[in-house]
């Protein structure tokens, strides 16, 4: 692909696709996540490779990105802050000409998102946003997918954030707008989510609650993270304290639907953001959650590098 190809596209926020362009990858999801479970060969990017660069740590991005890569043919590069010169600050529009030269699509987690568009906007190939401090789309590509899988249709359900204003809650703002679906938003004061900044088309989106008991009542998904996100260690004190109520507990699942499922990015830490019991309980779906980045990620990178099938 070359700069200005019109049809070159990247994936830098969850806004950056349709409601239909997500329709259309869940369902091509479901065709690659049966494929693969049938043990069938599947190679539509023989040829093709993915750059991955983290400046974060990671274990799911990677592993899900680069199994996935491979199982569809292809091949990956790996580099980090530490191995490359992006620790030595070479401009990152420099990296981002000299890699897009060589690779066909790049994976990045980075720290702030403006980054991340300076990357995308010096590269000839497709960029996918792998987190950064202000969104995580592959994550709720993931979520939303695993949430079809187990219970139909998201658009209508309440989904309920109980936790820190950050990346991931930025992210399900969005696909609430995009989606349909009401986000129910409990944030400690001073970590609220910016949903003026976070860009959302529909404000009836989203309603926010002081308790988040409240915020799970009649939830059809209840959903959390950690307290302290990477890159915010320094505050990690203070979060502990500002925090301590928000823990998903089984008190706040019995106020949701009864049928609700669990959701965690991962990774989680029991007895602060999630109580053992919900997050290892019958309602928990965090290892379906863990395992469809990898199936989501396959169709995205066949829709960015190849457009849409049949
Ligand atoms: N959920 C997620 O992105 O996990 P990793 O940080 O392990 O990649
Ligand atoms: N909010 C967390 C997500 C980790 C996958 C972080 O940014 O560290």
Known sequence: MKPGDRLMRHYLQFKDLRAEEYGYLFERARIIKTRFKNYEKYNPLVDRTLAMIFEKASTRTRVSFEAGMYQMGGSVVHLTATDSQFGRDEPVEDAARVISRMVDIVMIRTFEQSKLEAFAAHSRVPVINGLTNEHHPCQVLADVFTYIEQRGSIAGKVVAWVGDGN????????????????????????????????GIRNPRCVKTFKSPFAACEGAHLVTTDVWTSMGYEAENEARQKAFADWCVDAQMMQLAQRDALFMHCLPAHRGEEVAAEVID?????????????MHVQKALMEYLLLGRIG
């Open 167 to 198: 990346n991931m809650a930025n992210t399900w703002l969005q696909a609430a707008d995009i989606l349909g679906f009401t986000l129910h938003l409990s944030t400690p004061s001073g970590y609220e989510v910016d949903a003026q900044r976070v």
């Open 281 to 293: 309980g019958p309602q928990s779906v965090v290892w379906d959650e863990a395992e469809n980045r």
